[in-house]
């Protein structure tokens, strides 16, 4: 900035030297012009000063740009059921987003970040009757990092973009919109509560993806592809791989997708058996104890016309030598102001069977049902400025393999920049 304020001065010293030769009223309009450029200039150096401060600017070695952003999610919630009640913690979690551009072509993507949760079990396994909260204590409660998305892309033009590395999958709708501050509900739908977790497609994977988009007629719809193979941090030797095929409709604000994909889902060892339950209010547990293929089909629509935005996907999967699971999810949100939002959220998902332990000496296992589940959602979303999102959810959940119920209430806040 400064040696741009001094290559316009010396424009300004020059000036009356050209006076001569040209005509005087086009000089006093170049010299006009040349102060108003240096009055422009020092207010523009003086605000960026007053922003800087004694701060350090980031600076990358090679590339051309470098964007950092990040979030803090914290969510906290009162759980009633049909024989108890909890109050407490469920998670946080703090996210950067790390972003470089190379050069025209190529970039980098990565999102370290941190979360620690408490499990917020709908049910807790530890009680003979059903529809108790209950909380995994401090000392077993679980404070990890997370790579959620590390990967470098080579854009071709918007008709063919390739990343490798730690992607995210393109199935569902929450999923695809991975941006935990732009949910209007808090908590993922019943199928990818589990944070990252493939219970019944993955939400991400190691490996690389493919997509692009291709404009039709005059330009307003599209066709959105996207293809994925790779593997999974639990079974890094199994493959896994899908795709997604969608048609934009640019004047309804509408797409309409279809989707694909199968792999296989890892089995877990006697000792991971007994301490498999459900988190982050997941009636379900966590993993599947018994290891097996899968293929699955499913459907997501995505419209969004003026101050209304309705998502909704099914799935369904064929599990090898157990039964197939089921997964629907609809949600509707209404901005009856920019910055407030009324939502609801319908959810249904058929879990299908698993290994369940009938004895411990000697250790004896056998399939059952895992059991259906649903939820109603009621939520409110205020947004008092752009970087700052606070939520209150009312859940009512509907226990799988039981007719008991458990209502909870969530609060939730995002703050990102």
């Known amino acids: 900035m400064p040696k741009t304020i001094a290559l316009t001065v010396c424009a300004l010293a020059a000036v009356p030297s050209l006076a001569l030769a040209q005509d005087p009223d086009a000089v006093q309009k170049a010299l006009q012009d040349l102060r108003s450029r240096v009055e422009e200039l020092e207010e523009q150096q003086a605000r960026t000063a007053e922003r800087l401060g004694s701060r350090a600017v980031v600076q990358s070695y090679t590339a051309r740009s470098l964007d950092l952003g990040g979030h803090v999610t914290s969510l906290f919630t009162h759980m009633r059921g049909e024989n108890d009640s909890e109050t407490g913690h469920v998670v946080s979690l703090a996210e950067l987003f790390l972003r470089a551009q190379i050069d025209d072509h190529w970039s980098l993507f990565a999102t370290p970040g941190f979360y620690t949760f408490h499990g917020a079990l709908l049910d807790d396994p530890t009680t003979p009757t059903t529809g108790d909260p209950s909380f995994t204590t401090a000392d077993t409660s679980q404070a990890d990092t997370f790579l ?120 877990l060892s006697p000792a991971e058996i007994l301490t498999n339950v459900g988190v982050l209010q997941s009636p379900f547990p966590s993993r599947f104890n018994g290891g097996r293929d899968y293929e699955f089909v499913g459907i997501d ?30 949600e509707c949100s209404w901005f009856v ?81």
Not at 178 to 205: D, E, K, M, S, W
Request: charged share 20%.
């Open 148 to 267: 959620s998305r590390a990967y470098g892309e080579w854009k071709a033009s918007d008709l063919f973009v390739v990343q490798g590395g730690i992607v995210g999958s393109p199935h569902g709708t929450t999923n695809r919109e991975y941006f935990i501050p732009a949910r209007t509900i808090g908590q993922a739908n019943l199928h990818t509560r589990v944070f990252l977790a493939n219970q019944l497609y993955p939400q991400h994977l190691a490996g690389a993806r493919v997509s692009g988009k291709i404009r039709l007629g005059d330009g307003v719809d599209m066709l959105e592809y996207d293809a994925y193979f790779g593997t999974e941090d639990d079974s890094p030797s199994d493959g896994i791989g899908g795709a997604r095929l969608a048609y934009v409709f640019g004047d309804l604000g509408l797409s309409v997708a279809a989707n694909y994909g199968r792999g296989t889902r890892e089995g």
């Open 301 to 330: 629509v995505d419209w969004r016309r003026g101050n209304f935005i309705v998502k909704a996907e099914a799935y369904l999967s064929a599990e090898s030598q157990f039964d197939d699971q089921r997964a629907l999810s609809l």
């Open 337 to 417: 102001h920019p910055e407030l939002a009324l939502s609801y959220r319908f959810d249904y998902y058929d879990s299908g069977s698993d290994l369940v332990v009938v004895s411990l000496t000697p250790f004896t296992t056998v399939e059952a049902p895992r059991g259906l589940c649903t939820e109603h959602v009621v939520g409110l979303c205020y947004d008092p400025c752009p970087s700052v999102r606070l939520r209150l959810d009312l859940h009512h959940n509907e226990l799988p393999n039981t007719s008991d119920t458990v209502d909870y209430l969530n609060l939730s806040w995002s703050l990102s920049f």
